[in-house]
Every structure is written in C-alpha cells, then in structure tokens.
Nanobody
Framework: QVQLVESGGGSVQAGGSLKLSCVAP????????MGWYRQAPGKERELVSS???????TYADSVKGRFTISQDNSKNTLYLQMNSLETEDTAVYLC?????????????????WGQGTQVTVSA
C-alpha cells in the first residue's frame, strides 16, 4: 500500500504564501512522475502542477509564475510553493504519484493519491 501524506495547508489572506508538502516512499519519488491536483467545491479536479524524472514540469495556466513544484528525494518529499495566492486558489490540494501515461506532455491516470490538504484564501 503506497501512502502519500500531504501537509502545509491552511488559511491565508490573498497575496500570501503557503508551502505544501507530500511525503512519499523513496522508490516512488525516484521512479514515478508526481503531481499536485486541486478540487474546489462544485468544480472538477484540476491538475495544478506535475514533475517527472528528468526534471520537466507542467503548470496550469492559472498558477504559472506563482506556484513552483519541487522535490527533495533525501527527505522523501514533494513540495508545492504557492505565492501570491488568490481567492480562486481555495481548494483541497491532493498529491498524486505514478501516472499511467502521458498525453501531450501531461500526466494522466495517476495510480496513487493522498487524502488532501485544505487551502483557504480569503480576500
């Protein structure tokens, strides 16, 4: 059973910053692509950012220039640094691992998911 454990969510005012963490097994981080999704009430789950071996990354247009994905394999941790937060960023953020395939450079059908961490941005 692969466990992904997110942390770092919370409440912040617009313009503020948060850094999310996702602890994953070492072999997962070393061998799988990783991603951050978010799901807001009444909206579809959205791929926020992803990374894969070789260092390539993707970002949703809505977060480009504000969010940065990274990972520290020595700490078994995937990160999402979120700056200049907006009220529209309010959602549950979920860590995902091991996409089944890539389409157009974007990962699809992740095999493993965390439980999520709530991010609330107020005006």
């Amino acid at each position: 059973q692969v466990q992904l454990v997110e942390s770092g969510g919370g409440s912040v005012q617009a313009g503020g910053s948060l850094k999310l963490s996702c602890v994953a097994p070492e072999y997962i981080l070393r061998n799988c692509g990783m991603g951050w999704y978010r799901q807001a009430p009444g909206k579809e789950r959205e791929l926020v950012s992803s990374t894969r071996s070789g260092g390539s990354t993707t970002y949703a247009d809505s977060v480009k220039g504000r969010f940065t994905i990274s990972q520290d394999n020595s700490k078994n941790t995937l990160y999402l640094q979120m700056n200049s937060l907006e009220t529209e960023d309010t959602a549950v953020y979920l860590c995902a691992a091991c996409p089944a395939y890539y389409s157009g450079g974007y990962p699809r059908n992740f095999g493993y998911w965390g439980q999520g961490t709530q991010v609330t941005v107020s005006a």
